[in-house]
């Protein structure tokens, strides 16, 4: 399919998009805690048309928050970017959109430009209305770029030309696409298998007492819980010294194997993929460990535990804050907001719900790095 025949269908499908107002409030929302955004000083964005992306409050927004903010106008057939205020007066152009009447073009540094489109790829790749405006002003230009789309305009190809620029994320009222993330290799299970020891001897005197406690208080006595990513095994064998039968399981072999030693006894290599247990646990500990999932494979993750957990059962997990995926260190990290959280579990069968969240400042060791941490018991619905 050539780009004139997808636009044409990504339009139809855009115009298609249910409860835009909506979604454009939930990206708009995303856009504004988006640290990208949060760091940037001057922001270059654009007036919507038709059935884009609301971006009326995010200029709104803008305007009372940030040193600079400029929309764009097309004068002489290229595009140019004017700074705006709440004074600023409009004009409809040929194309439709309300574009500054002032003409004095802004020539310094822009932070961050968030970007119009028809249809994005995962990888960034952007299907534009077919003028090249963006293209030839971002082209030689080194400025990060940000999308708004509705997550009927994420498509699996677009055919691209060498003067096509990609964009850095695109936000979609259902996640955030970082291309930067996806071409960054990493391979998670095997930063832990190469550095095992050293992760069990930061994490192994963690103080998570406050964490037990409040998982502990919804499971029953003697309880049948699944460490599910146990780690260096500290949380197993807290477990088991208090009466409960514990399964244990962790992707890395290594780690499987030292916990093993450490708890007194098997702890299984399994990785999350493989839990096909049905109505077995009391409770199911997934500490600091399933934020290593993908995003898009998360709600099978979380399905799966579900499954696995008995109708009173009660799942405690931990995610670093915010909304973004990245790399360090050649691990893969999914932070999740509870709003992003809830979302997921709404899809479960049957569905599921955060019935306590709380929040704390400190990592698992005193020698790791501090990170806000956002810590989650989660129920099936209805069952309190």
Request: include cysteine; hydrophobic fraction near 30%; aromatic fraction near 10%.
């Amino acid at each position: 399919m050539d780009k004139k025949e997808l636009r044409k269908k990504c339009l139809e499908r855009r115009r298609d998009t249910d409860e835009k107002e909506e979604k454009s409030k939930i990206i708009t929302s995303a856009i504004l805690e988006n640290p990208n955004y949060q760091e940037a000083k001057i922001v270059a964005l654009y007036n919507s048309m038709g059935s884009e992306v609301d971006t009326k409050e995010l200029i709104k927004q803008s305007i009372l928050k940030k040193n600079v903010v400029l929309l764009p106008k097309v004068k002489d057939k290229r595009l140019i970017f004017v700074k705006v205020d709440e004074s600023t007066s409009f004009e409809l152009s040929n194309y439709n959109i309300e574009e500054p009447i002032s003409d004095e073009e802004y020539l310094g540094e822009i932070d961050l430009m968030i970007v119009p489109g028809v249809a994005f790829t995962k990888e960034g790749k952007r299907l534009g209305y077919g003028g090249g405006y963006y293209d030839r002003y971002l082209e030689g230009k080194n400025i990060p770029t940000l999308a708004l789309a509705f997550e009927s305009q994420i498509v699996e190809e677009i055919p691209s030309e060498d003067h096509d620029i990609l964009v850095d994320v695109i936000q979609t009222e259902k996640k955030s696409y970082d291309r930067r993330v996806l071409m960054e290799k990493y391979d998670t299970l095997k930063f832990y298998n190469d550095n095992a020891e050293k992760y069990c001897e930061q994490t192994r005197n963690g103080d998570m007492s406050e964490s037990y406690n409040r998982f502990l208080m919804l499971v029953k006595d003697k309880a049948y819980i699944l460490d599910f990513g146990c780690g260096s095994g500290r949380d197993s064998k807290y477990f088991l010294e208090h009466g409960y039968t514990v399964d244990a399981i962790d992707g890395s072999e290594r780690l499987a194997a030292l916990a093993s030693e450490y708890i007194g006894q098997e702890v299984k290599c399994m990785k999350f993929d493989e839990l096909n247990e049905r109505d077995k646990y009391d409770g199911i500990w997934a500490c600091s460990s399933i934020l290593h999932v993908e995003r898009e494979s998360l709600p099978d993750i979380l399905q799966k535990m579900i499954t696995a957990l008995k109708d009173d059962g009660v799942i405690y997990t931990s995610f670093k804050l915010g909304d973004k995926e990245y790399v360090q260190e050649g691990k893969y990290y999914n932070n999740v907001t509870r709003e992003i959280l809830e979302g997921m579990l709404a899809q479960l069968e049957p569905p599921a719900e955060i019935v306590e969240y709380s929040e704390n400042s400190t990592a698992s060791s005193v020698k790791r790095p501090t990170a806000q941490w956002g810590n989650y018991l989660i129920k099936k619905k209805g069952c309190r």
